[in-house]
């Protein structure tokens, strides 16, 4: 009955260009949050639609860190890091896409 459900923080997303449909996978840290980038292949940015949280959000199949920390909160959650998970398989910082930027850091864990 008290069981909590978690809720499982992926470390990377693959965003499929809006206008050439290339994957660009980037990687996700706990307060990730990109508001737009720049696609490597069509050279045109890839921005976060008026409706939408991130990029990550809008154009990947995965929710970014910062909107699933908040709702396993709303929601009494557990969390749990991907990359905490997956220790063995050790994840490479992957090159951070060219353009993308850091709009936001916040901070929601609290201790
Ligand atoms: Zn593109
Ligand atoms: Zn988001």
Redesign the pocket.
């Known amino acids: 009955m008290s069981r909590k459900k978690r809720v499982i923080i992926p470390n990377s997303a693959t965003i499929k260009c809006p206008h050439c449909s290339k994957n660009t996978r980037v990687s996700l840290f706990n307060d990730t949050?990109i508001g737009n980038l720049t696609c490597k292949k069509c050279k045109q940015k890839i921005e976060t639609p008026p409706a939408?949280?991130?990029v990550?959000?809008?154009f990947s199949k995965k929710?970014?860190p910062?909107?699933l920390i908040l709702e396993a909160k709303i929601k009494n959650l557990e969390i749990k890091y991907q990359s905490e998970i997956s220790k063995t398989n050790s994840v490479k910082p992957e090159t951070t896409p060219a353009g993308a930027t850091q709009v936001k850091n916040i901070s929601l864990i609290e201790s």
């Open positions: 949050y939408h949280c991130c990550v959000c809008a929710k970014c910062q909107s």
